[in-house]
């Protein structure tokens, strides 16, 4: 499956997350590839860290606005089951570009009604894109979640307002995080028992029963994949 992790607002956590997914899908022995779609460069930073502590990581390539054309994304990808893209926060063209290429794009949101309204620009472009393509598939992702407040619940309620669907997984505002990536590591190898590393591992199940129950369309000159398909 393709996966962009998207949105306007930046700091929202969105490289964390495609880090963290893709290492876990890693860890469970798919071939991964994690787009930097970010001039700022956190996943190659991160790449480089990972490099220096000798620990596992997916393939990771920068691309940006032109990466939907067919001699770029869509060939790269081929020979690995998962991509994820970070995206940029703003960088409009960039992220119309994962969206054109994109089986889900994720939305990640903060817990409160201010980050539910800041969300609107976000929810344009994804609806923009799905003007073109019917079969993208979005999601919000409550993330940085602090406690079960009264803000936390009504979040959900608000969201749901959107019009687009929620992610049952719901992340909360965890040091871990931050560690993991330090230490070049996503957070379910950094520290397996922390709630983060629950929340990712549910997180990355809940996409891949997604994945299972729609599919992802098979390119036609590549049918000998469809058998590699989890
Ligand atoms: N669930 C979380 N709990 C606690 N801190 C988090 C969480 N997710 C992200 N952070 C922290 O929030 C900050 C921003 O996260 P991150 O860089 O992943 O966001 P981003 O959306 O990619 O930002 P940008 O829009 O600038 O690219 C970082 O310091 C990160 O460690
Ligand atoms: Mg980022």
Redesign the pocket.
Known sequence: MIVALTGQ?????????AICIAAELLARRHKVLLVDA?P?G?IRTWGEVAVDAGQPLPSIVAMGSTMHRADQLPTVRLGYDDVII?C??RHGEIQRSALMVADMAIL?CGPSSADAWALGASIDLVNEARTLRSDLEVRILI??KQGRTALGRSAREELEKSGIELLKTE?????A??EA?GAGQGVTAYAPKDA?ADETRALVSELLLWEKNHGTQEAPAQPAKAGRRR
Not at 9 to 16: E, F, L, M
Not at 171 to 175: E, L, Q, T
């Open positions: 607002k930046g700091g929202v956590g969105k490289s964390t997350l970010d700022q956190t970070d940029p926060p990640p993330t940085r992340v909360g505002y965890r040091v995080f931050a990536l983060a």
